[in-house]
C-alpha cells in the first residue's frame, strides 16, 4: 500500500507538468474543444488510464538513477531530450487549435489522429509493462544498478528493449493526435536517438552478463517480433 502510494505521488508530481503544458499550449480560455475531439480525449483517456496502473503496481519511476557506471555526457544529452519533450507538450496543442502545421485535409485528419492513438496506446502501455518489469533497475542513463540483474520476465521474455519501443511509437502517436507533419521529424530524431543508445546499452549489458546475455540475446528480438 506504501509503495502505490509512493508511486501515485511520483506520478502526479511527473505527470502535472505536463498535463499543464498541453492545456496551456491549447488555451485556458476555452478547453472544451480539446475533448471534443475523440482523438484528444482518447489521448487524455489513455494517459490517465496508465498513470492509474502503474500507481496501482507500484512502478518505479526514478529515471535519474546514476547506478555504478560512470554517465559521460548522458545528463546533457537527456537535458536536451526532456527539454524538447516540454517544448512539444506545449507547441502540439498549441499548433493543433491554431492549424499551424497540420495535415488540413479533412477527409483524412481524423484517420491521422486515430492512427496516432493506436500508437500511443500500444506505446504508453509497452512502457508501462517494461517499467514494471525493470522495477528498481529501470534508469534514463545507460548504466547498472548496485546488484543489478538482467530482467527476462514480463515483455522483456521476447523483447531487449521495450522502452526504446515505446520512444518511437508514442512521440510520434501524439503528435499524429495532433495532426502535425511534425510526426515524421519526431519519429527521425526518436530512432536517432534510440539506434545509438541501443549498441551502447547491448556492450554493457555483454560486458557485465557475459554469457547470459548471449544467451538472451539470441532468443529475443530488439525492438518487434519477428521484425527486428
Not at 34 to 55: H, K, M
Not at 63 to 81: E, N
Request: charged residues 15%; aromatic residues 14%.
Amino acid at each position: 500500500m506504501v509503495s502505490m502510494f509512493r508511486s501515485a505521488f511520483v506520478l502526479v508530481a511527473q505527470l502535472l507538468p505536463g498535463v499543464v503544458l498541453v492545456l496551456y499550449g491549447w488555451g485556458f480560455d476555452d478547453v472544451s474543444p480539446f475533448f471534443i475531439n475523440p482523438a484528444r480525449a482518447g489521448l487524455a483517456v489513455v494517459a490517465f488510464a496508465a498513470a492509474v496502473g502503474a500507481a496501482v503496481w507500484g512502478v518505479e519511476l526514478h529515471p535519474m538513477r546514476r547506478g555504478s557506471m560512470p554517465v559521460g555526457k548522458q545528463s546533457l544529452q537527456l537535458g536536451i531530450l526532456l527539454l524538447m519533450s516540454l517544448f512539444l507538450l506545449w507547441f502540439l496543442p498549441f499548433a493543433d487549435r491554431r492549424k499551424i502545421l497540420t495535415f488540413q485535409q479533412r477527409h483524412w485528419q481524423n484517420y491521422w489522429r486515430y492512427a496516432g492513438l493506436l500508437l500511443c496506446c500500444v506505446g504508453i502501455m509497452t512502457r508501462v509493462l517494461a517499467l514494471k518489469a525493470l522495477g528498481k533497475y529501470f534508469s534514463a542513463y545507460v548504466t547498472l544498478q548496485p546488484n543489478h540483474r538482467l530482467v527476462q520476465e514480463g515483455v522483456y521474455r521476447r523483447i531487449r528493449h521495450p522502452l526504446y519501443l515505446s520512444l518511437l511509437l508514442a512521440p510520434t502517436g501524439i503528435a499524429l493526435v495532433f495532426d502535425s507533419w511534425l510526426a515524421l521529424p519526431i519519429l527521425v530524431l526518436s530512432a536517432i536517438f534510440v539506434f545509438d543508445r541501443i549498441p551502447r546499452e547491448e556492450r554493457l549489458l555483454a560486458a557485465h552478463f557475459g554469457r547470459e546475455f548471449e544467451e538472451y540475446r539470441l532468443r529475443t528480438w530488439k525492438l518487434i517480433p519477428y521484425v527486428l
